[in-house]
């Protein structure tokens, strides 16, 4: 495959001001014909390049004339245009939909016809430069049968429709110039949940959620999420909606999450569709996440977007950052930030200390779809985080307003974006723009030192950069800690929080006179993407976990007190639990406040990050220790965790932060008990998983249940099974809470999972519920024989020859190799090498498995 590097970018020598596309629809085959104006850019003559992926161009003319002067490189259709330095190439195409199993350009999904062209799918629909800083303006004609397609959608808004026999037909447009990746189409028979939004200036824009009949009265929730997120990005950004129309379409076949098409958002229905009875909590805040994601991008990602590929977390850093605003201003804040740092843990810095680490803006990729990564989205989210931290609300807000004054309608760059927040917040960033090109998560130790004669204490920082593929040496970083000293003596009066920005190697910042030593608060509200060694006593972290005044250090110091018990007992050096279960306690005490909270503070760390921790992660050792003192903090705080059960759930339509939150915490209640191998543990998941009147609870108790081996286990499994065999999203549910079980015989379990009937490849979402599942679960996925290798190999390959982006997903938790041992290592090599063995690989594929074993 071939390296492409971020250094070789060229304008494009040809711009597409206008395109107008023709569609003849049809599942099994569809003609498109299309119309490109081009206009030279360079000075000279120069080949229009034309991007195609399994397209023959079926007759190619040029103003009107049938033309020769083409030939094909790879794929990809060459025209010479001669003196010419403006044209009209018109190129007809001939797609079969049915046959797309990539489900990446025009494809067919349950009957009905959807695009997905970002990254690169708008070649594999036609001919086409398909670069980001190509910007067009679209006029779209579609045609087809009225009873297949009774619903033709397009961007932009529809100006024309007509009918012709059994046919109809109609004409969009979108007046805003957009890449070719934001292109969408529609063709299906969908119905739609209507309604409308005023925008700040007063217009009306008319706004429709398109789904299969049935799944109408489901969503309500996007709905509500959708008008919440214009209002806000209005509110805290001052960015308005601009076109009369907003539809959004939920298809059940899709690689990704969804897709901001403008003015004609795609979603994977998994983030569309919610109802108490066939979705969790989270699921419905996954939804209102994604359709205010989406939404977000219409400014950045849309109006104005990547100049070219490298500059991926431009808009996607950007816009996650925002819907994390978002979300958090609609419901809690500090719950919200856990969740957020709970996932850049879990998924994002594995990826960073791996061999597939890189930089927020890589320098080269073989296939971008490899590059939609927790590194891209997540960390890219954390450095827009830091630069908002470091010049607060209003002066952020100056920076974005100028970003987007200067380059609406433009292409741009990662740098575009940093010297807008410079000149806007006025502020220098020229250090901190090492995070933008240095992969690694930075490591920081802290240390607390003290003049005796003076009982002067100072703060003693270190960091070091971690080397990365392609990066043996690092700079120092601008690191933004938001850290504070709490006096327990009182002799120093209230301590102001403080922002120290670390930005050498080392540095020592001095505290102040203390009479005993301070209990030091550090990285307040996770304020950079770091990880912090600071050696500190249990009754410290105790202290600061019942005392501290941000409830992210709070939730941060249980977790390293857990992290340390949980460390020491699986390198055999156990000290006892005790600390821990008081402290849990305490944290309980305090349920009444925000049980969400509450819940995500007395979680035990993940099997995983609990690894993560350790130089050789031993799963096994892992998983006893971390089930054991699940098991006593249950076992200890049995009254407790009964008391938060005890009385009537929430009502599941409640879906107030206070009933959220409650639910969760009764989830966390009855997982407790479970692992405390209580007799009754099992009867009383049953009755939990019976009397259910939603999802959370449901599926709660279903999970527990599924962890064990009791006779309840079996019957609950099926009774979900056979009352939900008929959703796809729910069906999702019955495979993963198997793939998630913690007994042994779990891999054995997943192997079978995959020849159900209702199993499928054809659906990334399923693949995800069982697979993905299974990577998640660290001792199942690294069962010492290698089964879980074997099994993901099986699949990767398997897979890669019908959908390879969602194959390639799957090769990093091989890649992870090198922190296991050496039997584990070879059995992980061994698989990753017979994956490369296959023939006829896909560049997703070959990129990340030849990467994984370097
Ligand atoms: N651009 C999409 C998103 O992240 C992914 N294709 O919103
Ligand atoms: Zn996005």
Redesign the pocket.
């Known amino acids: 495959p071939v390296t492409i590097h971020r250094g070789d970018y060229r304008p494009p020598e040809w711009q597409v001001p206008d395109i107008a596309l023709d569609f003849a629809l049809g599942i099994d085959e569809t003609k498109v014909a299309a119309a490109l104006s081009v206009v030279r850019q360079a000075d000279a003559p120069a080949p229009l390049v034309l991007r195609g992926d399994g397209l023959t161009p079926a007759a190619v003319r040029v103003d009107g004339e049938v033309w020769n002067d083409w030939h094909m490189d790879g794929g990809d259709l060459i025209v010479d245009l001669g003196e010419r330095t403006a044209a009209t190439v018109e190129i007809e195409t001939v797609i079969n939909p049915a046959a797309n199993t990539q489900l990446m350009g025009l494809y067919a999904s349950n009957g009905m016809l959807c695009t ?1 062209c ?2 690169e799918g708008f070649r594999r629909i036609t001919f086409h430069p398909d670069r980001p800083d190509v910007l067009s303006r679209y006029r779209v004609r579609m045609e087809g049968d009225k009873a297949a397609f009774p619903i033709l959608l397009s961007n932009g808004n529809c100006i024309e429709r007509g009918e012709e026999g059994s046919d109809h037909w109609a004409l969009w447009e979108d007046p805003w110039p957009k890449p070719s990746y934001l292109f969408a189409l529609v063709a299906g028979d969908l119905v739609v949940n209507k309604d409308s939004f005023t925008t700040m200036s007063g217009r009306k824009v008319d706004l429709g959620i398109w789904v299969r009949e049935g799944d109408l009265d489901r969503t309500g929730h996007a709905m509500d999420a959708l008008k919440n997120s214009m209002k806000w990005d209005e509110a805290v950004y001052g960015r308005e909606y601009d076109l009369d129309l907003f539809n959004i379409v939920a298809v059940g076949d899709f690689n ?5 098409n403008k003015g004609l958002n795609i979603f994977n229905t998994r983030y569309i569709l919610a109802d108490p009875d066939t979705a969790t909590d989270l699921d419905y805040d996954g939804v209102e996440g ?1 359709v205010a ?2 939404y977000f ?1 219409n400014w950045s ?1 849309n109006r104005v977007t990547c100049r070219d590929w490298f500059q991926l977390s431009l ?2 850093g950007f ?1 996650v950052f925002r819907d994390q605003s978002f979300s958090a201003d609609m419901g809690s804040p500090p719950v919200k930030r856990i969740e957020d740092v709970r996932l850049l843990r879990a998924a994002q810095f594995p990826e960073d200390a791996g061999p597939l680490a890189h930089p927020i803006r890589p320098d080269s990729f073989q296939e971008i779809s490899n590059f ?1 990564t927790a590194t891209i ?1 997540n960390k890219g989210a954390e450095i827009i985080r830091m630069m908002a931290t470091m010049v607060g609300p209003e002066r952020f807000r100056k920076g974005t307003d100028l970003y987007f004054e200067r380059h609406d309608g433009e292409a741009a760059t990662c740098e575009d974006f940093v010297r807008a927040i410079e000149d806007g917040a006025d502020i220098d960033l020229a250090q901190f723009r090492l995070w933008y090109g240095q992969a690694g998560t930075p490591r920081i130790t802290a240390r607390i030192g003290t003049d005796a004669a003076t009982g002067e204490r100072t703060l003693h920082l270190a960091q070091l950069v971690p080397p990365t593929p392609g990066q043996p040496d690092k700079a120092p970083m601008q690191i933004p800690l938001r850290i504070k000293a709490f006096d327990l003596d009182g002799g120093h009066g209230a301590e102001e929080e403080r922002l120290v920005l670390l930005d050498r190697a080392e540095m020592a910042v001095p505290l102040g006179r203390y009479r005993s030593r301070p209990m030091l608060s550090i990285n307040r509200g996770f304020s950079a993407p770091v990880i912090v060694d600071f050696a500190r006593e249990e009754d410290e972290l105790a202290w600061l976990a019942a005392h501290d005044d941000d409830p992210f250090a709070r939730y941060e110091a249980l977790q390293q007190l857990m992290l340390d018990t949980l460390v020491a007992a699986v390198s055999g050096k156990g000290g006892g639990s005790g600390a821990v279960i008081e402290a849990v306690a305490q944290t309980l005490a305090g349920r009444t406040g925000d049980p969400a909270f509450v819940a995500e503070a007395v979680l035990l760390p993940s099997e995983a990050f609990i690894g993560d921790q350790m130089v050789t992660v031993d799963p096994d050792a892992i998983r006893r220790e971390r089930l054991a003192l699940q098991g006593a903090i249950g076992a200890a705080l049995e009254a407790e965790w009964r008391g938060v059960l005890s009385g009537d759930a929430p009502a599941a339509t409640d879906l107030s932060r206070g009933a959220k939150g409650g639910r969760r915490l009764r989830g966390v209640a009855l997982a407790y008990l479970a692992a405390a191998g209580l007799d009754d543990a099992a009867a009383l998941a049953f009755r939990i998983f019976s009397d259910a009147d939603g999802m959370t609870e449901r599926q709660a108790a279903l999970a527990t249940l599924a962890h064990g081996d009791s006779e309840e286990r079996a019957h609950a499994l099926d009774i979900f099974y056979q009352r939900y065999r008929d959703n796809p999203l729910v069906l999702d549910k019955w495979f993963q809470v198997q793939a998630w079980s913690l007994r042994p015989d779990t891999v054995d379990a997943v192997k079978e999972l995959a020849r159900h009937p209702d199993f499928t490849l054809a659906n990334p979402n399923r693949v995800r519920s069982l697979y993905g599942a299974l990577t998640g679960n660290q001792a199942a996925f690294h069962r010492a024989d290698g089964a879980g290798y074997r099994l993901i190999a099986d699949l990767v390959i398997a897979l890669d020859p019908k959908n390879p982006q969602t194959a390639a997903k799957m090769i990093p938790p091989l890649g992870r190799w090198k922190r296991f041992d050496e039997g584990r290592q070879a059995l992980m090599r061994a698989e990753l090498e017979r994956i490369l063995a296959q023939r006829g690989l896909s560049r997703d594929v070959t990129e990340q498995a030849s990467k994984s074993l370097a």
């Not at 990704?256 to 901001?260: F, N, V």
Request: glycine fraction near 12%; aromatic fraction near 12%.
């Open positions: 997905q970002e990254a990704m999450g969804a897709m901001e994604v994601h989406e991008h990602g808009k996607e816009t939609y989205y």
